[in-house]
């Protein structure tokens, strides 16, 4: 068993994290595993060098542990872009042009409503574009991302895919639940999507356990997989630690830091006490335990 912690040093962590990698590291310790740190730090914009260093302060805070090296996506962009090549190759990705701000209004126009800063399915506005339209925007210059073409990559495939969610159980697949996303970001060259998919497989890990809030990514996630030829791993999405006004914890929202509350003197045994996460830690490990092993089917009468 392979389970890694993820985060993207944009931002110091907060309790929300803490629970995130202590789950992930105390799941691999209980089946004599291996735990790995990687650095999401593609978007060189927001990332900092000081957030990463404070985010392992927090973990051997926690008393984490991890295997080296440590990966860090900025150091394989090269890499990411050439398996997004073989996706354009293929003729499954096709260039976007829209921003954020004329997306909106399109979904607006549409009655949309978004909620709670959820993602948002992409209403195809370039897909539609012909090829020649496409080549004289690129050639006057404006900015694009690339796409994914859900649909075409679902025909690719095949169609029938599943993923297996440790507590749910065999999950279908549901590609249109975040639409055509972004693979290829026009400032980066890559995208969150496309990197986590190939680090999982790269890394070998066996079991992505991860916030629900990541669930559908998932579905995307394991299309990219057949697209690529990756192997698949067990997921489990945990439930989200939620402040006491009920909204969940955010680095964008400045919740309280790890760091905060180590540099007050207070252990980290006493601050997952405190806290509650000793409890709820408890009880998802043994769920998620529960559903790794399920007890053996009884023989049937004669």
């Given amino acids: 068993m392979i389970t890694r912690f993820a985060p993207s040093p944009t931002g110091k962590l907060h309790a929300g994290h803490a629970f995130s990698a202590l789950l992930a590291w105390h799941f691999s310790r209980r089946k004599m595993g291996k735990f790995v740190l990687r650095m999401e730090d593609i978007d060189q914009q927001r990332c900092r060098p000081e957030f990463d260093d404070i985010m392992k302060q927090d973990l051997r805070w926690l008393g984490i ?5 440590v990966r860090h996506q900025s150091d394989h962009l090269a890499m990411y872009q050439s398996m997004a090549d073989q996706l354009f190759d293929l003729g499954l990705l096709y260039p976007c042009f829209c921003t954020r ?6 979904l607006e126009a549409a009655g ?7 993602p948002t399915a992409y209403p195809g506005t370039c897909r539609r574009l012909t090829e020649s339209e496409q080549q004289q925007r690129i050639s006057a210059g404006h900015d694009y991302s690339l796409r994914l073409n859900v649909e075409r990559a679902v025909d690719r495939v095949g169609g ?10 065999p999950q279908p697949v549901q590609p249109d639940l975040l639409g055509d996303v972004i693979l290829v970001r026009r400032d980066i060259g890559c995208s969150y999507h496309l990197c986590v998919t190939v680090d999982d497989a790269l890394q070998n890990i066996t079991h992505v356990i991860r916030g629900e809030d990541l669930r559908d990514s998932t579905h995307v996630h394991r299309l990219l997989q057949a697209l690529l030829d990756l192997p698949v791993p067990q997921y489990a999405h ?9 909204v969940r914890l955010a680095k964008r929202l400045d919740s ?8 007050q003197g207070v252990s980290a045994e006493t601050f997952l006490k405190d806290s509650g996460l000793s409890d709820l830690l408890r009880d998802t490990l043994s769920r998620f335990a529960e559903a790794d092993n399920p007890p053996p089917q009884a023989s049937p009468s004669p």
């Fill in 65 to 69: 542990q991890w295997a080296d090296p």
């Fill in 101 to 106: 701000r004329e997306i909106q209004r399109e």
């Fill in 238 to 246: 945990h439930p989200l630690i939620r402040g006491s006004d009920g």
């Fill in 160 to 169: 029938n895919l599943i993923w297996n969610d440790l507590l749910n159980g």
């Fill in 112 to 118: 949309y409503a978004p909620q709670d800063n959820q």
């Fill in 256 to 263: 309280e830091t790890l760091q905060s509350v180590r540099e």
